[in-house]
């Protein structure tokens, strides 16, 4: 954070707690009266010289500053007073539980840099992961107080909301707080923990009882949220000697059977649904007891209960030892309030929106209409030349012309290339920016360039501008030091805190049947304080690394469901009216999220050669792996084709299924609406439910097929389920995910919706739904074959960027048909800016053109014969021609524009040494001997998934120029070991030396090298 940042923070805050006690803004507006009166007065003066006030105000009213003014605010100066909390709008009652929510999570925050300032008493800790440090213990014991308030407030909110999400958090609650409790000696007043669940029962079953079928889910519930109630009962109490040796039977019989008396006597007399008793004095007291009780008496009754119960566990266990595992439980907890982080991250799309949208309005409103769409053609060109400028001079160098153009081109714009977060940013935008050329052309050759054209490019422009770099600085900023200071915590707290405020508030105001308003903002409130407790309780103990989670969680929001919900966000805006409804699409969505995980299952199942002891030994080697380096695998194993057959053939039924069950429910909602609506719209309307369904269905499979979520499940079965890959950044994985599932889906849908007949799924043809299924299948399994099993080709090759390229096209041009299919009769064709025919022709050329180049690249792909004797099977790629033989080594030497890559193959005698030892002689000798000037070594790796019993190493040194000894060139290279499968006495040697840039093809050119030495 800079400091301007810093100051908005503070202004957050301020706001925050002036919405929450207005009488606070009252008495800031009179501290700082005088200062107004001034200021007034001194307006007063200004405006009383009729010159001055006439130059102000023409000031004032001028184009420029109007224009200027809503990006300034937007960008460097907002006024956060509209967005504080209005106490008026908030439902009765509820501002009684917000009030010490928010107020404890104010004092959480303020209270950070007294950590430093009073750190004694001090207490040390230790959490369940081995993390250790020391917290004051006066924070410890506002760790207490937080904790209860925000697990009684959530009970609470739960309880008033619905049956399932109350189990969720019940079973949670009793199982991180019976853990904590499980370390300290048994007592009676461990018998808090189950009470306070069975009242929480009690409130849940007054508040959401209902006459007829609902008694069912009343037992259901009674039954999930008694077990382990009575077993922590039984357990963590000295009752438990008197039922071994089934104290886990017993405290689930004895459970169960209090919580169905709780819902029985809460339910009326014989456990019915009772109506209102108007007449008796013990009837009164009884329908009293089974009245529903305000979100506020119960957040308060299970507050104080949990609240002493963990003073008990503080004072007969200890601060320390309670302190450590109240840590513990807080990161498991906070861990699962994933969807929340991604939530409050995908919530920058929005962001993005903003700013362009106040971007652009504030160029067209500062430009004379005469001028403006000339500049936007300029300001498009010179970002394009901008992005493009290290291409266009290593172009234009060999010309003398060109050349002296475009060196000081080169050196005035050094100011951009000089931050990372541009150049990284420019590699990206440079493609945007072309499409924006070649549009401003067909616009003009069309005669259609206009404002309104130029309008849409500037638009579409700053919106990729400010998505990439925003995309970049989350990426670069996980690259920063660990550096920080509770001050920055405290501002970063504050930030979090009015985050939460803007992006939350808003939605739990809304109301539903299974969430109503009461009960969100209780939810609201606690998940806004078990954040801001998480970070106070790491800072005590200096674990500043809590910044960088939260950050990790939002970005991971960014990458796994900000693309879906930009598609939905276009939709929303693009279309009046959705055809399915917004809870319809996220079930959708949610059903091809969950699809992936058995998915997953079945990938192991064909790693582990097709049986369940294979499978079995993958489990455990992942397991390990886990626990050991905190994290499944590192790379994406080759699957057997089968398994990827299977998987798109999965994928596909299941696409297919959902589109028929859509367009079942569709043709059933418009016959019984045919009266009003004609055909044409009924089609139409089927057509788009079909294609918002499929590609809901398709997006929320693509999503979570390449991340692991947090499960409230254990450790081994959240492995069992967890993808192989984890993609953390927007990788090739997840474009190859998305490109694969999106092509299917849009193909399928339009297949399928663009039937002339009827829009019943009935009497859509068996051939049409065959076709579409097998087409679907093939472009799903092609991709899904090519990509990872293909990446050492693919990158050798150069073809994986042409191929991306080629399959966004696909996927762009099926998208904008869509588009089309969905507005055909709302929208004119000639009023669009591409016909059909345009559009078809624009796709061919796209296409032809990469292919083209594919074709180009394709050369690359030629292996020959390397013809050596201590290799005699080795195969080379073609492009490095014939090499230069030296006793048992051989060099083979590629000469490029952009430099010199060299291979080098040889043997080495083991004798009795292993490859680790091998090489850690080689790269001894090498510093000894510095043959290399600057040599150091990167990194080592584990090659056994390209050539079996490998190793490699990555080093790095300087090429010295023998005509210019002062001249040096950055180089990279990589060394692999391998074991000789004829003499295991020898060791064979690879390395590939090239330029850094050169590096990432040259190395999966030594890696085809190696596969070809099987």
């Known amino acids: 954070m800079n400091w301007l940042s810093m100051i908005a923070s503070l202004r957050k805050f301020g706001n925050f707690v002036v919405g929450l006690f207005p009488v606070l803004g009252t008495i800031v507006d009179w501290l700082l009266a005088p200062f107004i009166r001034l200021a007034t007065a001194a307006q007063a003066r200004a405006s009383s010289d009729a010159k001055i006030k006439e130059q102000l105000d023409k000031f004032q009213q001028s184009t420029v500053v109007k224009a200027a003014t809503p990006a300034i605010r937007r960008f460097y100066w907002k006024d956060y007073a509209q967005d504080r909390l209005v106490v008026e709008r908030l439902p009765a009652g509820s501002l009684t539980i917000l009030r010490p929510l928010f107020l404890t999570t104010v004092a959480l925050t303020i209270l950070l840099p007294l950590l430093s300032v009073f750190p004694k008493p001090t207490v040390t800790l230790t959490t369940l992961a081995g993390a250790t440090g020391s917290a004051p213990l006066w924070s410890i014991y506002l760790w207490v107080i937080a904790a209860a308030l925000a697990w009684g407030c959530i009970l609470a909110g739960s309880a008033v909301c619905n049956r399932i999400f109350f189990c969720f958090v019940t079973v949670i609650y009793i199982t991180l707080f019976g853990a904590s409790a499980l370390f300290i000696p048994r007592a009676y007043s ?40 009575g077993v922590y009962l039984l357990a963590l109490t000295p009752l438990q000697p008197l039922f071994k040796p089934f104290v886990l039977e017993s405290g689930i ?94 919530g920058i799309v929005f962001k993005l929106i903003k700013n362009t949208k106040v971007i652009t309005k504030s160029i067209r409103e500062a430009l004379p209409s005469a001028i403006y769409m000339p500049v936007v053609v ?80 500037l638009y579409f422009s700053a919106l990729s501008w400010f998505a990439v770099s925003e995309y970049m600085f989350q990426w670069l900023s996980f690259g920063r030091s660990d550096t920080h200071s509770i001050i920055l915590l405290m501002t970063f707290s504050m930030w979090l805190l009015w985050l939460f405020h803007t992006v939350g508030l808003e939605m739990s105001l809304q109301n539903s049947k299974t969430f109503p308003s009461i009960g969100r903002l209780a939810i609201f409130g606690s998940i806004v304080l078990f954040a801001l407790l998480e970070i106070h309780a790491r800072c005590a103990i200096k674990d500043f690394g809590v910044m960088n989670e939260i950050f990790l969680y939002m970005f991971r929001g960014i990458i796994d469901v900000g693309l879906p919900y930009f598609l939905y966000v276009f939709a929303s805006r693009r279309f009046s009216q959705l055809p399915l409804k917004i809870s319809e699409i996220f079930q959708i969505f949610c059903a091809g999220a969950l699809l992936s995980y058995p998915l997953n299952i079945l990938d192991k199942l064909a790693l582990g050669g097709w049986s369940l002891p294979g499978l079995n030994t993958v489990w455990q080697d992942e397991i390990a792996t886990f626990t050991n380096k905190g994290f499944i695998a590192a790379q994406e194993p080759v699957l057997p084709l089968l398994s990827i057959a299977l998987r798109s053939a999965i994928f596909v039924a299941a696409l297919a299924l959902v589109a028929m069950v859509v367009a079942y429910q569709k043709s059933l909602v418009d016959y019984s609406t045919s009266q009003s609506i004609n055909k044409t719209s009924d089609k139409s309307s089927s057509k788009a439910a079909i294609i918002f369904a499929c590609l809901a269905f398709a997006s929320g499979f693509a999503s979570f097929s390449k991340t692991t979520v947090d499960l409230p499940l254990p450790d081994h079965w959240r492995i069992l389920v967890a993808p192989f890959h984890t993609s953390l950044f927007f990788d090739y994985y997840l474009v190859a995910l998305y490109l694969s599932a999106g092509i299917a889906a849009l193909l399928l849908a339009l297949i399928v919706g663009n039937n002339s007949s009827s829009s019943s799924s009935s009497s859509i043809s068996p051939w049409r739904w065959l076709a579409a299924c097998a087409l679907a299948f093939a472009v799903n399994f092609l991709i899904s074959w090519a990509w990872p099993g293909q990446e050492v080709w693919l990158r050798s090759t150069g073809i994986l960027e042409t191929g991306a390229l080629f399959a966004t096209v696909v996927l762009v041009y099926l998208l904008i048909r869509a588009v089309r299919s969905i507005e055909k009769g709302l929208v004119k064709e000639e009023n669009s800016v591409l016909s059909l025919f345009e559009l078809n022709t624009v796709a061919l050329l796209l296409l032809g053109g990469l292919i083209y180049c594919a074709s180009v690249q394709l050369p690359k792909a030629a292996m020959q014969p390397a013809n050596l004797s201590i290799a005699p099977a080795l195969m080379v790629p073609a492009r490095f021609g014939q090499p230069q033989v030296k006793d048992k080594s051989a060099l083979f030497t590629l000469i490029e524009p952009d430099g010199v890559s060299t291979l080098t193959l040889s043997q080495i005698a ?58 040096a060139v950055a180089m990279s290279g990589i060394t692999v070991l391998k074991l000789s499968k004829d003499n295991a006495d020898t060791a064979q040697y690879y390395c590939m030396c090239a330029t850094p840039v050169d590096m990432d093809v040259r190395r999966y050119d030594l890696i085809r090298v190696l596969q070809s030495s099987k």
Not at 322 to 327: D, P, T, V
Request: proline letters at 5%; aromatic letters at 12%; hydrophobic letters at 50%.
């Open 253 to 346: 019989v004895i459970g169960v059977m209090l919580a169905l008396s709780i819902n029985t006597f809460c339910r009326g007399p014989a456990g019915k649904y009772e109506r209102p008793i108007r007449s008796g004095t013990a009837l009164r007291l009884s329908s009293l007891l089974r009245k529903p009780a305000t979100v506020a008496v119960s957040a308060f009754v299970l507050t104080s209960i949990t609240l002493v119960f963990l003073i008990t566990l503080v004072c007969r266990g200890g601060a320390a030892a309670f302190s450590g595992q109240l840590l513990s439980e807080m990161s498991l907890w906070n861990g699962y309030l994933w969807p929340v982080w991604y939530f409050i991250g995908i």
């Open 910 to 967: 083991a004798s009795g040494r292993d490859l680790k030892t091998i090489m850690i002689d080689l790269v001894t000798q090498t510093q000894t001997a510095k043959l290399l000037p600057n040599f150091k070594v990167v990194g080592v790796q584990d090659f056994s998934r390209y050539a079996p019993g490998s190793l490699a190493v990555e080093f790095s040194y300087d090429l010295v120029s023998k005509r210019n000894p002062t001249t």
């Open 378 to 457: 300029l300001l498009i060109l010179a970002a394009s030349l901008l992005m493009w400028r290290n291409d266009l001079v290593s172009w234009a160098v060999p010309y003398d012309f060109l050349s002296s153009i475009s060196v000081p081109f080169y050196q005035g714009t050094k100011w951009y290339w000089s931050e990372p977060i541009n150049s990284f940013s420019a590699a990206v935008l440079k493609w945007f920016f072309l499409f924006d050329l070649v549009a401003l052309v067909w616009l003009w050759a069309k005669k259609r360039l206009h404002a309104d054209s130029a309008s849409t490019l």
């Open 190 to 229: 461990n018998a808090l923990l189950p009470l306070v669940v069975f009242l929480a029962l009690s409130f849940s079953e007054r508040t959401l009882k209902r006459p007829g079928l609902d008694r069912l889910l009343s037992t259901l519930v009674a039954l999930v949220v008694g077990a382990p109630a």
